[in-house]
């Protein structure tokens, strides 16, 4: 087993959506950048989402991401897994989710790549931290090449709740 740290959120503090994963895979960790394993659907789907050029470079992927009041978390901050599957994570241990939410008062929407990260955030962070009255919880499908079982349209339709429920809570 590989003992891992993960990657440091990127955010603006008028993020309204928190988007977690587990732990950036093993290609990710390696560039040091969220979503770098270039058949992972992430980067494909925001682009289409939120109106930017997936050809961006990373940076300026992030600063789009940061424009569209969405920041990039994971929920854990340790981890040992040998390779990149979520199912290989053991030895979790956790963001700073106190310290986020209290540094994002207009938090609103905290969504998850896939079930892991949910279940990792239920187990390990809500019995400890207080999130926002009006911050809601999303589980989306995860964007990992390996979650193969679900064709990209079901996927893309599944990941614009988040630019939905960004313009509908703009709008209210």
């Not at 955010?11 to 895979?25: E, F, K, N, W």
Request: net charge positive.
């Amino acid at each position: 087993m590989n003992q891992l740290t993960g990657l440091a959120p990127v955010s603006h503090p008028d993020a309204r959506v928190l988007l977690l994963g587990s732990m950036p895979g093993a290609a990710s960790l390696a560039q040091q950048q969220y979503y770098g394993h270039p058949r992972n659907h992430f980067w494909p789907m925001m682009a289409e989402l939120f109106g930017f050029d997936v050809g961006l470079p990373y940076p300026e992927r992030l600063v789009a991401l940061q424009r569209s009041k969405v920041a990039l978390w994971d929920v854990l901050q340790h981890c040992e897994r040998k390779g990149s599957l979520d199912s290989a994570i053991r030895n979790e241990i956790p963001n700073d989710f106190a310290g986020f939410i209290q540094n994002h008062p207009q938090l609103q929407l905290i969504a998850f790549n896939g079930k892991k990260a949910e279940a990792s955030f239920r187990q390990l962070v809500l019995p400890k931290v207080m999130l926002p009255k009006a911050c809601s919880l999303l589980v989306l499908p995860s964007s990992s090449p390996a979650n193969a079982g679900i064709s990209r349209q079901a996927r893309l339709q599944a990941w614009s709740q988040l630019a939905e429920q960004l313009q509908k809570r703009k709008n209210s």
